[in-house]
Structures are given as structure tokens and as C-alpha cells.
């Protein structure tokens, strides 16, 4: 079993050549992935939360080095789907396994495997030719036993399914733990090439994809458990304010929440509005800093009755 800590080296070999190509995230939801892809990019570019399946977009983070471009694909959690929407975020995972150069399967320190991750395990194992990195996540959570642990079952894991890891790497995005590292793993299982992105670029996500993830973010706290999926978020509108003066501008965006039920409407919007003003606040705060500009922004709740089992509604929605 190879697993790796701090000392480690990259070889020579993979010091020469410029290398660039993409790394998939993958595991169960909440294994803490996304806040894994934005420590390595590091800045925010795919939006985390303590709820299980919040992304729902394939986000790319873009690690630039001298020796690399490593272009990090965050997916949505794999899980046995009760919904089209379920389903669709599920044939974006296995569309995305089959494109990438190397696949990292984050397994929490801090749970021991379960059923969920036998599945994708043995979806993994079907995937000869790829790569696959176990990432150990969260390991600022446990002690050193509980860790050992761990990695010992997950070398385990891929004995019984009929292949080895490339590298087994326990990491914490939190503490900052061996996150450097784990890009010096990843980075000599990729193509040797020139740079795919401008220097400087950070995602290729669209900012208005980015601008509603970070106001579903926003929206989602303190309601997940009552509304865990129940949420998308469209921008509608961003236009610059006309009456400006050039060294004073202003971004105007309208954006619409959409909930699957009136009921959910008051949960989302609070007593006299309180709620919806928090979200507001939060989010404006958070897209001013992606977008480097004053921001009003307008934001509305409308029912798109049981959208996530529509594919007429989802389609409007983006899914």
C-alpha cells in the first residue's frame, strides 16, 4: 500500500515536462469535495455546504504551476437517484469519469465505508485505463488510529474489486493539510502538453452560473433540512446602471429562486421578509468579491411546482 505524506518527493521525471489535463473529484456526497477543489484552486470557485448534494454543476478549478495546468472537475455526488434531477446529476458523473486523465474518490476520514462507496468503488473498478487516487478528506477530524484505519481499509477496498490505487493521500482542505501535496501526486498522472487556460483564468464557469450558485449557497443555510434540494436559483438580468458615473458603477442583477411548493415560499422569505434580506446580504457580499464591482441585486421567489421530476422545468432551469 503506497500512501503518502509530506515528505514525499515528485520524481525527477515528472519535473521536466509541462504537463496539463483534468482530475475528476468524485465520491458520495459531502465526502468534501468541492471544498477540496477550491483549497487546491485556491479561491472559491465551487460553492460548499454541510448538506449533502449541493453541487449540481460540473465546476473546473484551474491549478496553474510552473511545471503544470491541472484542471480539477468537480462533480455532483453519485447516489442511487429518486428523482430526474437525481438521475441527470448522475449521468454528468459517469460522463465525466470517462473524459478525465486521472480520477480522485474522496473518502472521508471520519466515516467508515459504507454501502455508498462500495457503489461507486465498483463503478470505479470498471474504468480500467484511468488512474484512480484514493483521497482520505477531512482528516483534521480523527485521531491517528482512526486514520491508519481507515487507509488500510481503503487499500483493502480496491484489493477486493480488483485494482490498486495510484496513490493513497490523506488530506485536510480545512487545515490545509498535504493539499499541496496531493496536487504534486496528481500532477505526473497527466499528459505532457502545454497549458489549456490563459494564465490568470481560474474556472471556465460562466459568471452567471457561478453569480445563482453563490445565492443558492446563501439561501440554503439555516434551511437545508427543510429544503435541502428544493432550491435553484436563474439570473435573469445583469446589466451595468446606466446613471453611473465611470469611477462609481454599479451592477444591477435580478435573479429568481425557484421552490417546488407555495408552502416553501414563507421558509425561504422569513417573517417580514427577514430571511430573503439575510440571503440577499450574504450572497451580494460573496458576488462583489468574485466580481470585483458594486452589486445591487434583486432577488425574487417563484414556485416552479415539483421541478426536479420535470424535464420541461428543468430545462428552463439549466439541468
Known amino acids: 500500500m503506497s500512501v503518502r505524506s509530506q515528505s ?25 469535495k468541492s471544498t477540496l477543489t477550491n483549497a487546491l484552486v485556491g479561491q472559491k470557485v465551487a460553492i460548499t455546504a454541510n448538506q449533502p448534494q449541493t453541487t449540481r454543476h460540473t465546476v473546473r478549478g484551474i491549478v496553474h504551476r510552473e511545471d503544470a495546468q491541472l484542471i480539477l472537475v468537480d462533480t455532483p455526488g453519485l447516489h442511487k437517484p429518486r428523482t430526474l434531477l437525481g438521475e441527470r446529476l448522475n449521468d454528468v458523473v459517469r460522463t465525466t469519469w470517462a473524459e478525465v486523465d486521472v480520477i480522485g474518490f474522496c473518502l472521508p476520514a471520519n466515516e467508515k465505508i459504507g454501502p455508498g462507496d462500495r457503489f461507486i468503488a465498483k463503478e470505479l473498478a470498471g474504468i480500467r485505463k484511468t488512474p484512480k487516487v484514493a483521497v482520505v478528506t477531512k482528516t483534521d477530524l480523527v485521531d491517528s ?4 484505519e481507515q487507509l488500510i481499509a481503503i487499500d483493502q477496498l480496491g484489493r477486493e474489486l480488483g485494482f490498486e490505487w495510484a496513490e493513497i493521500v490523506p488530506v485536510s482542505a480545512v487545515g490545509d493539510q498535504q493539499v499541496q501535496l496531493l496536487a504534486d501526486l496528481l500532477v505526473p498522472l497527466l499528459p505532457e502538453g502545454p497549458a489549456l487556460y490563459p494564465e ?17 449557497e446563501a439561501a440554503l443555510e439555516g434551511v437545508r433540512d427543510e429544503l435541502p434540494h428544493s432550491i435553484a436559483v436563474v439570473v435573469e438580468e445583469m446589466l451595468p446602471r446606466e446613471d453611473r458615473p ?3 458603477p454599479l451592477l444591477d442583477i435580478h435573479a429568481n429562486l425557484f421552490i417546488e411548493r407555495p408552502s416553501q415560499k414563507g421558509i425561504i422569505i422569513g417573517p417580514q421578509g427577514k430571511r430573503l434580506k439575510e440571503v440577499g446580504i450574504k450572497s451580494r457580499k460573496q458576488i462583489e468579491a ?5 452589486v445591487f441585486l434583486d432577488l425574487h421567489v417563484k414556485v416552479a411546482k415539483d ?7 428543468l430545462r428552463r432551469l439549466g439541468f
Open 8 to 32: 514525499t518527493e515528485p520524481s525527477e521525471s515528472s519535473k521536466d515536462a509541462h504537463r496539463a489535463g483534468f482530475a475528476c473529484f468524485v465520491g458520495r456526497p459531502n465526502a468534501g
Open 145 to 148: 488510529k482512526t486514520l491508519a
Open 200 to 216: 490568470g483564468d481560474l474556472t471556465d464557469e460562466p459568471e452567471q452560473v457561478m453569480i445563482a450558485e453563490l445565492i443558492r
Open 246 to 248: 465611470a469611477d462609481k
Open 290 to 294: 468574485l466580481l470585483g464591482t458594486p
Open 307 to 313: 421541478w426536479q421530476r420535470d424535464p420541461k422545468q
